[in-house]
């Protein structure tokens, strides 16, 4: 059974923190890895690609190791804005499906 | 920037019913998916869809779904006879061919069956 597994959180951070999520993935045939971000009730939004040279998006950084399946992502200077839950992603197959991990829920304090 | 849309937001309906969920696609885009989320779970898999047709579908995805492209705009997922644990988000996504897997989603629809 593919999987996606993820810190369980939650995180709770005061503004300006840096915090870390971790995830893993079972499915060693994956190629394509996400981070998406999704709010209370809302549709998941795409936060970045994980590419595996690493890969920087202004505050966001994204870390993958396929030799061990796991794949982080680093929020520096956290905002209020940022409190929403974090879901790992990775794809289960040659048609694009996407395999969610259950998600880690950040929230940012003032 | 163009979006996924779905509707409608909010459908409930009775167990038993047959209810169909609405999805439009950005433009051209060719893949298209349908995903669920049961409340305070993980978002689910259920089927893809290109060239009118299946490409691939989860075991959830049982003969009580199915999905059609009507015309060149509209992309529906039905539900012949709904039950309560039917009961979730439904979220329609899309993507260009050959894109890296990049899924855009449309705001979901929250099906509540009675």
């Known amino acids: 059974r593919k999987e996606v597994e993820q810190d369980p959180g939650p995180f709770n951070v005061p503004e300006g923190a840096t915090v870390a999520f971790n995830c893993t993935y079972s499915?060693?045939?994956?190629?394509?890895f996400f981070w998406y971000r999704q709010d209370c009730r809302k549709e998941p939004k795409l936060l970045m690609s994980?590419?595996?040279s690493g890969n920087e998006d202004g505050r966001f950084t994204a870390q993958l190791n396929r030799a061990s399946q796991y794949i982080s992502l680093l929020i520096r200077d956290s905002k209020l804005s940022d409190s929403a839950t974090y879901l790992c992603?990775?794809?289960?197959?040659?048609?694009?499906?996407?395999?969610f991990g259950k998600g880690t829920k950040l929230s940012v304090k003032p | 920037e163009p979006e996924v849309t779905q509707t409608p937001s909010h459908q409930v309906t009775q167990m038993g019913q047959e209810v169909i969920l609405r999805c439009v696609p950005i433009?051209?885009?060719?893949?298209f998916y349908w995903y669920r989320q049961i409340l305070g779970q993980k978002v689910e898999f259920l089927v893809s869809?290109?060239?009118?047709?299946?490409?691939?579908k989860s075991e959830i995805f049982d003969d009580q779904f199915s999905v059609e492209r009507p015309d060149g705009s509209n992309f529906t997922l039905k539900i012949r006879s709904t039950k309560l644990e039917d009961s979730a988000m439904y979220f329609c996504?899309?993507?260009?061919?050959?894109?890296?897997?990049?899924?855009?989603f449309g705001p979901g629809t929250r099906l509540t069956v009675t």
């Open positions: 992603v990775v794809d289960g197959g040659s048609q694009g499906n996407l395999i």
């Open positions: 499915n060693s045939a994956s190629q394509s």
């Open positions: 994980v590419y595996s």
């Open positions: 433009s051209n885009h060719l893949y």
């Open positions: 869809f290109y060239n009118n047709e299946i490409s691939e």
């Open positions: 996504a899309s993507i260009e061919v050959g894109g890296a897997y990049e899924q855009y």
